[in-house]
């Protein structure tokens, strides 16, 4: 059994090793001119739809403070802007500025890539249990406290407008892709309902004390191939094991169905997607340039899965 100090020991050895592995002491947070704490805060109010100053303190823990000296230099910098709150006037919003968006889309980029870079010689089964140990550090070093549990169930109405909805939202926060991707998510959808097949298609919801939280689809490509489409999970309940799961459950279907094998379209830096795709046997077939949507500097990838 190992003892507090040797405890103590281990995490302070882990921390020393994972900052120097991201580049934490560096000046410059993944190449660009801004430092860790200055990138956080900018995340922070890149992903949501408007935050006020005391938020970012909480969500970051950043000293009141020092925070306000950040804001004024990104403020400085033409990458966040201040208003007025709609709902009390007493009070600030911070929202990202178009450069801010950009910017933040392309910091999430090279973070995915450094991320990649560290686990990239790590095989599929490795990658998973990399995963569930980190599942388990977060757990345990807050608090302890078991997630809300959650479950799949068929859609609802309502649903498929929220799988539009969230789609465009969370990628456009996170990755700053433009409406044309909300619109492709939209036809898809629409497609899928036009079309169903209920012998051989068919749509998962992720729910949480009352919320959406994931979806995926599986629809018909031809009578040997299924296509997996819209994975998506909320960023609130990411590390939950709900992608996986929504994976799991679109494959065991599809061999249900009679499906010969599976196919899917996803993009490069979706690196936490493409590790549970890589992990249950899908396999990278191809990849392209994709300038469709306005993310910066996208590929475009077909993954395969032999049933």
Partial sequence: MTAPQDTVAVIRRFNRFYTRAIGVMDRGHVGSPYTLAETRTLYEIATSGGVTPKTVTERTGLDPGYLSRILKRLERDGLVVRERSDVDGRSV??????????????????????AEGLI??????QRAELAAALETVEALLDGGRAPEPWRLAEPELGDYGWVVQSHGEIYGREYHWDHRFEALVARIVADFVDDFDPARERCWIAKQGGRNIGSIFLAKGDDETAKLRLLLVDPSARGLGVGRKLVDECIAFARQAGYRRMTLWTQSILTAARAIYASVGFELKDSWPNRDFGGFGLTSERWDLDL
């Fill in 93 to 114: 919003v911070l929202r990202p500025s178009g450069e801010g968006a950009r910017l933040m889309a392309e910091l999430q980029q090279r973070s995915n890539i450094q």
């Fill in 120 to 125: 990239a010689e790590l095989s599929a089964a």
